[in-house]
């Protein structure tokens, strides 16, 4: 048997995601450039905590390395490495909260 989260709470879960990585953004300038399930805690009451920033670097600047877990790679991060480029560290982060939904819902 197959134990999903509800809807709601996969929901619930996710807008929490996503507001740790605003509250990072706006309050340090940083990307995360790691979001994975892995890298979320709970706290009391269902509360929901990003740790492990060994890969946060600025949200505005271009970044020519690798950084995150490779399964959770963005596709802009191999392209711009296999083409010598940077890349958009905002959407990397983007693209994982997006990984981060839909294994909530799966």
């Known amino acids: 048997m197959h134990n999903r989260l509800r809807v709601k709470t996969a929901l619930q879960l996710f807008g929490q995601a996503v507001k740790a990585s605003q509250e990072l953004r706006d309050l340090s300038g940083l990307a995360h450039l790691d979001i994975k399930p892995d890298n979320y805690v709970f706290l009391n009451k269902f509360q929901l905590a990003l740790i492990d920033f060994g890969y946060a670097s600025a949200f505005d ?3 020519g ?3 995150g877990t490779d399964i959770y790679l963005a596709p802009e991060v191999r392209t711009a490495l296999n083409r010598g480029t940077a890349y958009d ?3 990397v982060d983007i693209f994982n909260l997006g990984v981060l939904l839909f ?3 799966l």
């Open 61 to 63: 600047e271009p970044i």
């Open 65 to 67: 390395r690798v950084t």
């Open 89 to 91: 560290p905002a959407k």
């Open 103 to 105: 294994i909530l819902v």
